[in-house]
């Protein structure tokens, strides 16, 4: 699900790694990608991207409360918040102050621009899904990367924190990242 126009995109998430992935994938399509890893970091001579990305939890800051500020300051702009702790409530509150869409991690990018579309997150057809599998394979690699990294390379921590067998998460790790 690729569109002929380009779109700017401000990606506002604190996990750095997390949002560089995402502003490569969206580049790749022939977009614009930013990436801030908190609210204070939007330079105030910036452009009004036209889709803005937020992350619900931005260290100690609250998303809901950026997606009010930057409803308010790029009316214009889509927002769409992306987090790892969704929740009804939190989703309802998002959509309240102003999101467009509310998506749970790990979303494809295929959900993300159906988000911003304003479609449902049902795959339409077999090519499709074939895609989002590939991605999925991708952000389970990236997820694992990540809460590795939050462990400090901790084996025992990380799988406990997956809810995974040790030797299992072992073995994945000794595959290459999916591409």
């Known amino acids: 699900m690729t569109s002929n126009t380009p779109f700017t995109y401000l990606v506002i998430d604190d996990d750095e790694h997390f949002a560089r992935v995402l502003c490569r994938s969206l580049s790749r399509q022939g977009n614009t990608a ?6 204070d970091e939007v330079d105030d001579q ?40 969704a929740s009804i409530p939190t989703a309802v509150e998002a959509i309240k102050r102003g999101a467009d869409n509310y998506l749970h991690k ?35 690699w990236e997820h694992i ?9 901790n084996i025992s921590a990380t799988a406990r924190a997956l809810n995974m067998h040790r030797r299992t998460l072992q073995r994945k790790l000794q595959k290459h990242a999916p591409r």
């Open 145 to 153: 990367q990540r809460t590795l990294n939050e462990h400090d390379g």
């Open 106 to 140: 790990p979303a494809t990018i295929q959900e993300l621009m159906r988000a911003f579309a304003g479609e449902s997150s049902e795959v339409a057809n077999s090519t499709e899904s074939a895609e989002s599998a590939m991605s999925l394979e991708k952000m389970e």
């Open 46 to 85: 910036m452009a009004p991207p036209q889709r803005l990305i937020i992350d619900l939890r931005l260290g100690g800051a609250s998303g809901l409360d950026a997606v009010s500020t930057l409803r308010q300051r790029w009316p214009d702009s889509q927002i769409v918040v992306l987090t790892g702790y």
């Open 34 to 39: 930013t990436s801030v890893s908190s609210l």
